[in-house]
């Protein structure tokens, strides 16, 4: 079973626009991470952001992180059509032994039109 | 060096047969986990590994799956007496440090497991 869930599960917008994808996770976390997939490849990490931590940016990204309400945004700004992937937010929790395994969400799936 | 490699990238089996998944991880990463993910979802955890030690297994389906990581790098995933609802995409992960949760993992493309 998954951790939480991502909303919109599906997101069609023009090249140039913003995209905002949102997670929700249920229990306590070390840390959460985006992960970018393309069509039939593996998951490429984006970006991680602390349980003490509030915003982070890397590059055109924009994480947010808010614990009392256990969600998290990404924002991508000045979309491009190689952005177009399906978007996982996945959590960590800093338990013994388990190395930081991941629960993901279902993802977003992003489409960026030309 | 190179990325996480995994082999066979498709794999397509008759219901009943065992099949086996290889995964190279990231030379002198520690940590190596294995996930699966039906599709049109997102990845679930199945093991993981600290070097050649299996730390948890919490994630395997049933006792037909069987994972091993013998010398601490290259590790195989194992499904005996395959079922339809094998069929997924099975991924590979590493990550460089060991208990420390606050780093990414790296993944592989992933093995698309077929069951006829």
């Known amino acids: 079973s998954q951790q939480g869930e991502e909303d919109p599960q599906a997101l069609s917008i023009q090249e140039g626009e913003n995209a905002t994808m949102n997670c929700s996770y249920k229990?306590?976390?070390?840390?959460l991470q985006w992960y970018r997939q393309n069509s039939g490849r593996g998951l490429v990490h984006l970006i991680l952001?602390?349980?003490?931590?509030r915003e982070k940016h890397s590059g055109r990204l924009r994480v947010t992180l808010d614990t009392s309400k256990k969600s998290s945004s990404l924002l991508i700004t000045a979309s491009r059509a190689a952005d177009t992937a399906s978007y996982f937010c996945a959590t960590a929790r800093d338990v013994y032994n388990q190395g930081g395994k991941l629960i993901f969400g279902q993802g977003t799936e992003l489409s960026v039109k030309p | 060096g190179a990325g996480v490699s995994q082999s066979p990238r498709y794999k397509v089996a008759k219901r009943g047969q065992d099949v086996a998944l290889r995964c190279d991880p990231i030379?002198?990463?520690?940590?190596l986990f294995w996930y699966q993910q039906a599709l049109g979802q997102g990845p679930e955890f199945l093991t993981y590994?600290?070097?050649?030690?299996?730390?948890?297994k919490s994630g395997l389906p049933s006792d037909r799956f069987f994972a091993e990581r013998p010398e601490g790098s290259v590790s195989t995933l194992k499904i005996q007496r395959t079922q339809q609802e094998d069929s997924a995409v099975y991924l590979c992960a590493s990550s460089l440090r060991t208990a420390h949760s606050n780093q990414p993992q790296h993944f592989g493309d992933g093995t698309r497991l077929s069951i006829l």
């Open positions: 590994f600290q070097n050649e030690a299996q730390l948890d």
């Open positions: 229990t306590s976390i070390n840390n």
């Open positions: 952001i602390r349980s003490n931590e």
């Open positions: 030379s002198g990463h520690v940590s």
